[in-house]
């Protein structure tokens, strides 16, 4: 069965600064990962996805993420935070795409 | 191209009664998935529809169904609803092919308020 851990509740950070949004998973079958926002009273958003190939995959609003197999990792990140950020970021697994595993989120909150 | 819809928005029901939630697909996805979103936690998958059948199923009882039409628009209907069963519903659709299903992309979701 696979399983995903967001090690961080929430993550406040200032405004341009850099972040980091932890994500571990738990899988014995090969999976595709993915993260989504979820801004205040609205549905998920897809950030960005790994299927295969590159390790680094790039997303939208400035967000990347990193696939780690050896640490069974996909760290979200960002070099500047925006105001516009603040929301609730998940991370998902899936052994093919059908059936999404969430984690329980992460509250990234940018102050000014 | 327009993007997945789901309605109500909001529903008050009391304890006992039944409820049915809607979705309308994205254009060109003919696979709907449906999530339940408690407070302060993250989505948990229900069952996906797939050629008007259920393609698989999360930990939920019986007494939440589904129905896919043949426009690919969804129904979710949950009976004998308990106060647990209050949550954001999430519907999700995607395109399936032979190699497997691409990405889901969601609704913004109906709250649902159990009394």
Do not use: M
Request: include cysteine.
């Amino acid at each position: 069965a696979q399983s995903v851990t967001q090690l961080d509740s929430q993550v406040p950070v200032f405004e341009e600064a850099p972040v980091e949004l932890r994500c571990n998973y738990s899988s014995s079958v090969s999976v595709y990962l993915f993260w989504y926002v979820q801004y205040p009273n609205q549905g998920l958003q897809l950030l960005l996805k790994y299927l295969s190939g590159s390790t680094l995959v790039k997303g939208i609003n400035g967000f990347e993420a990193e696939f780690n197999k050896s640490q069974t990792s996909f760290h979200l990140r960002k070099p500047s935070v925006h105001i516009s950020d603040t929301a609730e970021y998940f991370c998902a697994v899936s052994p093919s795409s059908d059936k999404l595993i969430f984690g329980t989120g992460t509250r990234l909150q940018v102050f000014p | 191209e327009t993007g997945v819809t789901q309605s109500p928005t909001h529903l008050i029901k009391t304890r006992g009664q039944q409820v049915t939630l809607r979705c309308s697909s994205q254009s060109g996805h003919n696979t709907v998935s449906w999530y339940q979103q408690a407070l302060g936690q993250g989505p948990q998958f229900i069952f996906q529809y797939y050629r008007e059948e259920e393609n698989g199923r999360g930990n939920f009882p019986p007494r939440f169904s589904g129905l896919q039409f043949p426009n690919y628009s969804s129904e979710l209907n949950v009976n004998a609803l308990e106060l647990d069963d209050s949550a954001l519903y999430l519907c999700a659709s995607s395109h399936r092919t032979q190699a497997g299903t691409d990405t889901q992309y969601f609704g913004p979701g109906t709250r649902l308020t159990v009394l």
